[in-house]
Each structure stands twice: as structure tokens, then as C-alpha cells.
């Protein structure tokens, strides 16, 4: 799944190839994704004709700004991809969205299994979850005094706190991975458990895991939003490697579906019972 440096790598690409040009038709290929929260509005009330006037992100959200008109706000989920293409190539299988462009380009979503969400609304605060997001980890609003104050208030494995997006925004199944590794903290650990020290390890660790990651996978996406590049990763799916810190065999458990990869030596803990761990 796109994680907060996939999604701010393509947001940059985003506004570098498409900031000012003009949507000339909006071609909804599989309704099934979309979701226009001002019932009283059809797509093409945003979409037709609208101008890309900003591209942000929040959270896993990429927001493709369409000025007064609102926003199209793209949640990509596992499969959910975006690409640009010639206008003149046919869609895929499971393209969803088509927007040609003024410049023979077209922004097409594709989805293998359906399961992203594009919604298109003129109020951010009516897509579900906006307002229990948590601040940006790579600005001024990622406090530590506030994240620690968090997590001491957190019965779930540290893993989930991180995942769910509440304390901090963005952080997905992988780099939650490796922030842990980095942070030396096992991922099934009570997060109320963690010490003020482990609580500081985390949040630098959560800062410069994402801000590293920005770096390299500028350097190695280039233009093609396509591309999940995945080769900087040290310890997510690296499970039965030797862990890259101290040489001991890397651990990997799946919980339903979900992959927690992690250096038993250099993130010691013991596993905790119920809710917890059965959450991750
Ligand atoms: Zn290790």
C-alpha cells in the first residue's frame, strides 16, 4: 500500500506535470470507486472542464485540487494506482477514472481489486476519517510532547497506534516496520508501556524513516507515480535475512494478511495477550 512517501512522491510529480492544465473530459469508466459527498452534484460538476489548481496530500489522502469546484481526494488503498498516459491509449482493464487533459495527456486510476476510494467533495471534513487524522509527521504540528502524551493513552500493540493514523498521519504496514526497527522497540509491545526514552526514539525515528525515504525514492520513482519501489525497505519482508544492525536472523509473522517483519535481538519484548496483538 502507497505509504506517506509513495503518496508524496506522487503528489510532487502531480504538481510538477499537471498544476494549471484543464480537465477536458471526465470519463467515469467504473462508478464503483467514487464517492460524491454533496449528493446533489454529479461528477462532471467537478470534474468537466475544472482546472488542477493545487496537489496536497493528507494522510494516505492525495488531493488533487480543482478550485472552486473542490477537491478530488484520492485514498488508493492496497491496489489503487494513478498514471499518465497519452490520451490517445486505451484504458486498461480496471481503469476507473479517465481525465483528459488540455495537453494530450490523460490521469487514469486503476485498481485491481476496487477496493480505493475516490472522492469528489467541496468540504474535506465530510470524508470519513479527516478529522480523526493525526498531525503530519514531517511538520510542526507532529509535537512530542503530544505524541508521547498519545501513546501513554494507548492499550494496543505500538504497531496499531502507529497504523491507525490517529497520533500520527501516513504511516502504513511498512514503514511502521521500519520505524520500530529503527526505533529498537518490538512491534507487539503495549504502547502504554513504552518509557518517555522509547517515546523519543520513536518520534525521531518516525521523522527521519519518512524523511529518508522521500529522499531515495525521489532519487528512484523519477516521474513514473506507477512505480512502488520497495528495494530501500531494511527489514519489511526481509523476514529469515539477517537483520542489517546486528546479523541475527529477522523475524516475520502474518496476522491476518498483514506482515510484521522485526529483529528479535535488537527490538526485544515479549508478546502480549489478546486484543492486541490479534489487532495487527
Ligand atoms: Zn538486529
Redesign the pocket.
Given at each position: 500500500m502507497p505509504e506517506l512517501p509513495d503518496l508524496e512522491i506522487m503528489r510532487e510529480v502531480l504538481e510538477r506535470r499537471l498544476l494549471g492544465r484543464t480537465i477536458i473530459t471526465a470519463q467515469v469508466l467504473r462508478p464503483t470507486v467514487l464517492r460524491v459527498l454533496q449528493p446533489e452534484r454529479t461528477p462532471a460538476d467537478y470534474l468537466q472542464g475544472a482546472v488542477f489548481t493545487s496537489f496536497g496530500r493528507r494522510g494516505k489522502l492525495l488531493l488533487l485540487g480543482l478550485g472552486e469546484r473542490g477537491w478530488c481526494a484520492v485514498h488508493l488503498m492496497l491496489w489503487g494506482r494513478l498514471r499518465l498516459c497519452q490520451a490517445k491509449e486505451p484504458p486498461r482493464v480496471r481503469d476507473y477514472l479517465s481525465l483528459k487533459l488540455d495537453d494530450g495527456l490523460a490521469l487514469r486510476y486503476n485498481d485491481q481489486h476496487g477496493m480505493g476510494k475516490i472522492y469528489l467533495t467541496t468540504d474535506l471534513h465530510a470524508i470519513p476519517g479527516w478529522d480523526d487524522t493525526g498531525p503530519e509527521p514531517l511538520s510542526d504540528d507532529f509535537v512530542l510532547g503530544g505524541f508521547c502524551q498519545g501513546i501513554r493513552a494507548q492499550g494496543r500493540a505500538i504497531k496499531m497506534v502507529l497504523k491507525s493514523g490517529a497520533l500520527v498521519a501516513g504511516i502504513g504496514n511498512a514503514y511502521a516496520d521500519e520505524i520500530l526497527w529503527t526505533a529498537h522497540i518490538y512491534p507487539f509491545r503495549k504502547a502504554s508501556e513504552l518509557t518517555p526514552e522509547e517515546c523519543c526514539a520513536l518520534y525521531d525515528a518516525i521523522r527521519s524513516v519518512l524523511g529518508e525515504a522521500i529522499a531515495v525514492l525521489r532519487e528512484h520513482v523519477g516521474d513514473d507515480i506507477e512505480l512502488e519501489w520497495r528495494e530501500h525497505l531494511k527489514i519489511h519482508r526481509h523476514g529469515g535475512q539477517p537483520?542489517p544492525?546486528?546479523g541475527?536472523i529477522l523475524s516475520q509473522d502474518e496476522i491476518d494478511k498483514h506482515i510484521t517483519s522485526y529483529?528479535r535481538?535488537?527490538q526485544p519484548g515479549s508478546l502480549i495477550r489478546g486484543e492486541a496483538r490479534r489487532s495487527l
Open positions: 537483520c544492525r546486528c541475527h529483529c535481538r535488537c
